[in-house]
C-alpha cells in the first residue's frame, strides 16, 4: 500500500478518518490499475470510482462544516471545488491507451495535494469539531 491514513494523517474524527481511509483505497485501486499498464479502458470502474468518493467525501465534510458553523468553511469549500475539477481534468486527459508517464506525475502530485490538505486543513476542522 502506498497510500494509507498513517497516524500523523488521522484527525482525531472517526468519521472523518474512516472516509479518508476508503478514500485512500479508492486511490490505491487506481493506482494499480495505471500500474497495469492496460488502456484506459480497464481503469475506468477504478477512475469513476474515485472521482464518486471524492465528490461524496468533500459534499459530507462541507455537510458536518455547515452544520457546526465552522468558520474556514469558504476556504475549505474552494479547495475542494478546485480540487475535484482539476482531478477531473487529470483523468480526462488520460489517454486509450494508458496513462503516459506525465499523466502519473500530475496523478501523484495532485494525490500529495490532498495529503497535505488532510494533514493540515482537516485536521484544523476536527480540532473545531471537538472543541464545541
Ligand atoms: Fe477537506
Redesign the pocket.
Known amino acids: 500500500m502506498r497510500y494509507t491514513l498513517t497516524k500523523d494523517l488521522e484527525t482525531g474524527n472517526a468519521i472523518i478518518d474512516q472516509e479518508h481511509r476508503e478514500l485512500f483505497q479508492a486511490v490505491e485501486r487506481l493506482m494499480d490499475a495505471c500500474g497495469k499498464g492496460q488502456g484506459r479502458s480497464s481503469m475506468e470502474p477504478a477512475i469513476r470510482f474515485l472521482l464518486d468518493y471524492v465528490d461524496k467525501h468533500?459534499a459530507h465534510?462541507e455537510r458536518i462544516q455547515q452544520e457546526s458553523r465552522y468558520p474556514n468553511l469558504t476556504a475549505?469549500k474552494s479547495?475542494?471545488t478546485a480540487y475535484k475539477k482539476t482531478l477531473r481534468d487529470i483523468v480526462a486527459q488520460i489517454p486509450p491507451s494508458g496513462p503516459t508517464v506525465t499523466d502519473l506525475g500530475k496523478l501523484n502530485s495532485h494525490i500529495a495535494a490532498l495529503v497535505s490538505?488532510?494533514r493540515t486543513?482537516?485536521k484544523r476542522?476536527s480540532g473545531y469539531l471537538k472543541q464545541k
Open positions: 468533500f465534510e475549505h479547495f475542494h490538505h488532510i486543513e482537516d476542522l
